[in-house]
C-alpha cells in the first residue's frame, strides 16, 4: 500500500487524527450538543458545544467511528473556534464543493483540504459529512443529525 | 419426479476449470487481481448465463401468455421450462406452487400483504429470530402496524445458534405466524429448519422460511422441510438480478386474494369487478422478469451439473482454510460460529472500523461488504455498530483468502 501514492486518503496526518484526537471528551459545560449518527455504515459521534454571543469558545467530541468521520471531527474542532452560524454554512458549503471534486482547495477549510481525495470514494463522503453536519445541528439546537439518506 | 438433480451426475468438477467459466473474475481492480469475496451480497453469473440472457433477447423475444404467434409461444415455454426447472431442483412436485417474483423481499411482502394481513388481530404476534434479513422482518411489522399485532424475535446464543427451546416455548397461541432464515447472511448460520418447521405444524402454526442463502449453496428439498412458505432470490445463485420465487402450499396460496392487479392475473374483467386466475398467475401481475427467468433456469442447470453436494463440500473447505488463516490477523474476531454454518464470514478487528477495513481492502482488490448487512437487531444483539463480511462461493480459490488475508495485515498496519 504505497504510503501516499495509493492511500492519500489513509495519509499518515489523518491515521494520527484518528489515533490521538483533538478535543477529545466532554466539557465541563456545554450550551448544545447533538449526537450525528449513520446507522446504515455504523459511524457515531456526539459533538458538544459552549458559545459565546452565538459564537463557537469551545468544542468536544467523542465518536465510535471510521478514520475519515473521526478525523474530520478532529480537525474541525480547532477550526470552528469563533465561527457562529453563518461562517459555519460557509464552512460546509466549501466542504462540499471539495467532497464532489467541483474545488480543489480552499482557504477556508485549511487541514480539511485533506479530504479532497473522497471526490473519488463517493460512498466514504457521508463519513465525512457527518462532523460537521451534526456540529450545524447543534448550533440549531437540534440533537441529532445524520448524513444519511432515506 | 425422481431427479438426478440432488446427485452428482459428474466426477469432482475441476474448480480452477470451473472459475474461468465467470467472466468478471477475469478482471482486475486498481490493477490487482479481483478476489471477489462478496457473494453473500450477490453472486457472479457464469458464460451458460449470460449468453442464454443474450440469446433470448437476439432469438426469442416475445411476450408471454398473450398473443399466438410462434415467438410469444416459445417465449411462454422458456418462461414456463424455468418455472418447472426451479420446481424441481428445490424438491417440489408441482410447479403450479411456484410463484416467479422479482426476489425474495416480493415474495416476502406478497405473504404479507396477501396471506398475513387479513388474518391479523390486535395482541398477535408474528415469532422470527434475531438473525434475520430486514426483509424477513419488517415486511411482517408492516403488517402487525396496521392489524395491533406484533413482531416478537426469538434469542440466539453468543456462537449466532438460535436457542431452538426459546424459539418453541415462544410458539404460544399468540403467535400467528413464523418466518425464519434457513441459513443467516451474516453469520452464515444454518438452522434447523426442518425441526422448526415441526414445531410449527404440531402448533398449526404457518411458517415461511427465507431461503436466499441456502439454495446457492446446499442442496435444499422444500418438501422436505415441511415449511408452507419457502422463498429465494435469483441473482445470489448465478442468475439475473429480478428474479425470485414464493413457493407456497397450494392450499394457501388458492386461500390468498390477489396483491398486485393487472394483466396475466385475471379471468374476466368487468368495470365493476373482476375474476381472478389462478395460482400461480394471481400472483403474477403485469409483464414479467422473462429474460431474467431463462438465465435463472440456465443458473439452475448450471448448478445442478456441478452439483449442489459438491458446490457444498467445496465452500466448507473454502471456509476451514479462510477461518484459519483469519485467525492469524491479531485482534481479529469472528462473529459467527454456529457449528453448522455455511461460508459467510462476518470479523472485527480490534481497533479498526469496518468501513476503514473495506476501502483499504477494496484498494488491495478485495471485495467484501461492511456495514449491518441489512441485519440491524444481529448488529445490536453482538453490540456492534458494523462488520466486515468476506462470504465464499464455489469459484473462490484459496488465493482468494490469501489476497484477503495480505490486504487485511497490510491495513491493520495502517489503523491499528
Ligand atoms: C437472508 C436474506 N434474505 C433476504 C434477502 C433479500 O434478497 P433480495 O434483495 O434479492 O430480495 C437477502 C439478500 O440480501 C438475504 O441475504
Known sequence: MGQSGVLPLYREQLLEHNRVPHRWGDLDVADACAHGRNALCGDELRIEICCNSGRIRDYAFEAEACVITTAVASILGDRVIGMDMAALELLQKAFERILCGSSGQEPVLGELNAFAELAQFPARRKCARLPLATLVAAMAGQHVATTEEG | ?416
Open chain 2, 1 to 416: 419426479m425422481n431427479s438426478p438433480m440432488h446427485q452428482p451426475i459428474a466426477p469432482a468438477p475441476d474448480w480452477s476449470r470451473v472459475r474461468t467459466e465467470f467472466p468478471l473474475l477475469k478482471r482486475t481492480v486498481y490493477g490487482r487481481p479481483l478476489a471477489y469475496l462478496d457473494n453473500a451480497n450477490t453472486s457472479q453469473k457464469p458464460d451458460r448465463v449470460i449468453d442464454a440472457v443474450s440469446q433470448f433477447f437476439r432469438e426469442r423475444n416475445a411476450n408471454v401468455s398473450r398473443a399466438v404467434h410462434a415467438l410469444s409461444e416459445e417465449a411462454t415455454n422458456l418462461y414456463e421450462g424455468a418455472r418447472s426447472t426451479l420446481a424441481e431442483f428445490i424438491g417440489v412436485q408441482s410447479d403450479q406452487e411456484l410463484v416467479l417474483t422479482s426476489g425474495t423481499t416480493m415474495a416476502t411482502n406478497l405473504v404479507a400483504y396477501s396471506f398475513l394481513l387479513p388474518r391479523l388481530k390486535p395482541g398477535d404476534q408474528v415469532l422470527v429470530t434475531t438473525m434475520e434479513h430486514h426483509a424477513n422482518i419488517v415486511p411482517w411489522q408492516l403488517a402487525c402496524e396496521r392489524t395491533g399485532a406484533k413482531v416478537v424475535a426469538a434469542p440466539i446464543n453468543q456462537r449466532g445458534e438460535l436457542i431452538l427451546e426459546r424459539f418453541v416455548e415462544m410458539l404460544t397461541p399468540k403467535v400467528k405466524f413464523a418466518a425464519v432464515t434457513h441459513v443467516s447472511n451474516v453469520l452464515g448460520t444454518i438452522n434447523p429448519v426442518t425441526e422448526i418447521a415441526r414445531e410449527c405444524r404440531r402448533r398449526s402454526i404457518p411458517l415461511l422460511v427465507d431461503g436466499s442463502q441456502a439454495v446457492p449453496h446446499m442442496p435444499v428439498n422444500v418438501s422436505a422441510i415441511g415449511c408452507d412458505f419457502y422463498a429465494f432470490t435469483g441473482h445470489k445463485m448465478c442468475g439475473p438480478t429480478g428474479t425470485g420465487v414464493l413457493w407456497a402450499r397450494r392450499k394457501w396460496l388458492e386461500a390468498m386474494p390477489p396483491f398486485f392487479g393487472g394483466g396475466d392475473m385475471i379471468r374476466e374483467v368487468h368495470i365493476e369487478s373482476s375474476t381472478f386466475a389462478d395460482p400461480p398467475q394471481r400472483f403474477e401481475a403485469g409483464t414479467p422478469n422473462i429474460a431474467g427467468f431463462v438465465g435463472l433456469g440456465e443458473a439452475v442447470r448450471y448448478l445442478s451439473e456441478l452439483g449442489m453436494d459438491r458446490i457444498r463440500a467445496r465452500e466448507q473447505e473454502l471456509l476451514v482454510y479462510a477461518q484459519e488463516r483469519l485467525r492469524e490477523i491479531p485482534g481479529l474476531r469472528i462473529i459467527g460460529e454456529a457449528r453448522h454454518k455455511a461460508a459467510v464470514i462476518s470479523f472485527l478487528v480490534e481497533g479498526a472500523h469496518a468501513h476503514d477495513l473495506a476501502t483499504l481492502l477494496d484498494l488491495e482488490g478485495v471485495a467484501v461488504r461492511s456495514g449491518h448487512h441489512c441485519a440491524h437487531p444481529l448488529m445490536q444483539f453482538y453490540g456492534v455498530p458494523a462488520t466486515c463480511r468476506a462470504s465464499l462461493a464455489f469459484y473462490n480459490r484459496c488465493e482468494d483468502v490469501d489476497q484477503l488475508v495480505a490486504a487485511l495485515h497490510k491495513a491493520c498496519k495502517l489503523l491499528v
